[in-house]
T-cell receptor, first 113, second 114 residues
């Protein structure tokens, strides 16, 4: 089944403890992206990647890192999480930016205490 | 990135009627515009994409229009059903500003009343 898989689905962590949220797609998509969704603020783009080794900042990149070493994987790294990073996170992919819609993962609900 | 406004936070309509949702943008013209459906706690699901040189796109009971002069897209669901109740998001690219971002509006929550 064609899909975007995120792990974990739920995560509670403490301030300052490094964590990684994984994202993997099995559709050979070039474009991948991370979003966070907060009540009243909607979906905001954190980082995106046009292809392997090509990444760029979205609207809210502070406090996050990404890497794209392989086409299928696009992990989101929080090196020192803070409570304001408590949010619902979505990974998404697309065959190519601009011509196709995105396929979204099921989401990761992160709580930082 | 784009500034996007989806006019209604919430829209209630009677089953069988046509729901019309609005998406307005205020910065540069996007090359394309997308509409998604999102159910509570789940990831958005892609519905339709329309390009700047297209006036209208249809898929089953869904219709999207794109007016670059008015900087507006309308999303219609005809013969609406309770199962259409969800939040609908529009999204626009930033190609006009030389970026590859896709920016989402805050969404309109549609409730179809039986």
């Amino acid at each position: 089944e064609a899909q975007v898989t995120q792990n974990p689905r739920y995560l509670i962590t403490v301030t300052g403890k490094k964590l990684t949220v994984t994202c993997s797609q099995n559709m050979n998509h070039e474009y991948m992206s991370w979003y966070r969704q907060d009540p009243g603020l909607g979906l905001r783009q954190i980082y995106y990647s046009m292809n392997v080794e090509v990444t760029d900042k979205g609207d809210v990149p502070e406090g996050y890192k990404v890497s794209r070493k392989e086409k299928r994987n696009f992990p989101l790294i929080l090196e020192s999480p803070s409570p304001n990073q408590t949010s619902l996170y979505f990974c998404a992919s697309s065959p190519r930016q601009g011509f196709y819609g995105y396929t979204f993962g099921s989401g990761t609900r992160l709580t930082v205490v | 990135s784009q500034k996007i406004e989806q006019n209604s936070e919430a829209l209630n309509i009677q089953e069988g009627k046509t729901a019309t949702l609005t998406c307005n943008y205020t910065n540069y013209s996007p090359a394309y515009l997308q509409w998604y459906r999102q159910d509570p706690g789940r990831g958005p699901v892609f519905l339709l994409l329309i390009r700047e040189n297209e006036k209208e796109k249809r898929k089953e009971r869904l219709k999207v229009t794109f007016d670059t002069t008015l900087k507006q897209s309308l999303f219609h669901i005809t013969a609406s059903q309770p199962a259409d109740s969800a939040t609908y998001l529009c999204a626009l690219d930033s190609a006009g500003a030389g970026s590859y971002q896709l920016t989402f509006g805050k969404g309109t929550k549609l409730s179809v009343i039986p």
